[in-house]
T-cell receptor
């Protein structure tokens, strides 16, 4: 059973860079069927997809964050990470990592998120 | 971006009630919709994928339907553990987007 655990600072100053790492256990990050994703949730609000990456480093990003976002994979540590630059209070949120799983039937392919981490609150404040 | 609009934003119901939550997409997304349940201070949990496919381990009282732009999640007989917030999510077009959530509360 896959388990994901994120780690990172709970507090980041405005204009600085937010680093988060997600460690995968119970399976290899080198899986052709998976993308490894980040989703965030501002306090009391809904969910926002940040981006996803496969073990080769291919990415899909949310265009609203793309210019500030960097994602990468460390297969030797079974980890994937993000760095979000120039943060503001609007980036205060619970950040989750999750697996983007694909289901293929015939010529069609569906995606969903599963094996979510517990989430970590990141507050942007001076 | 594809907008996902859920209704209602909240509802009160009793144990045993049949509950339906709807989600409308801003464009045709065929059946590329997933539903998640989130309890306070917990990560979302997948219930339904591809509009109507029940995720393994999810009770059969949960069901999903719809196609095109209109989708629904139904709980046939609400149980105490079902009081939570429910989100729809489209996987038709990047960026993947979520509905704003529907909170199911105890009447």
């Amino acid at each position: 059973q896959l388990q994901l655990q994120e780690s990172g600072p709970g507090l980041v100053k405005p204009s600085e860079t937010l680093p988060l790492t997600c460690t995968v256990s119970g399976g290899s990050i080198r899986n052709d069927s998976f993308y490894w994703g980040w989703i965030r949730q501002p306090p009391g609000k809904g969910l926002e997809w940040i981006g996803s990456i496969d073990y080769s480093g291919n990415t899909n990003n949310n265009p609203s964050l793309k210019s500030r976002l960097n994602m990468f994979v460390d297969t030797s540590k079974n980890q994937f990470s993000l760095k979000l630059k120039s943060v503001t209070g609007a980036d205060t949120a619970v950040y989750y990592c999750a697996v983007r799983i694909s289901v293929i039937r015939g010529l069609r392919q569906w995606y969903y998120f599963d094996y979510w981490s517990q989430g970590t609150l990141v507050t942007v404040s001076s | 971006d594809i907008q996902m609009t859920q209704s209602p934003s909240s509802l009160s119901a009793s144990v045993g009630d049949r509950v339906t939550i709807t989600c409308r997409a801003s464009q045709n997304i065929i059946n590329y919709v997933n539903w998640y349940q989130q309890k306070p201070r917990k990560a979302p949990k997948l219930l339904i994928y591809a509009a109507s496919n029940l995720q393994s381990g999810v009770p059969s009282r949960f069901s999903g339907s719809g196609s095109g732009t209109d989708f629904s999640l139904t709980i046939s007989s609400l149980q105490p553990e079902d009081f939570a917030t429910y989100f729809c999510q489209q996987s038709h077009t990047v960026p993947w987007t979520f509905g704003q959530g529907t909170k199911v509360e105890i009447k």
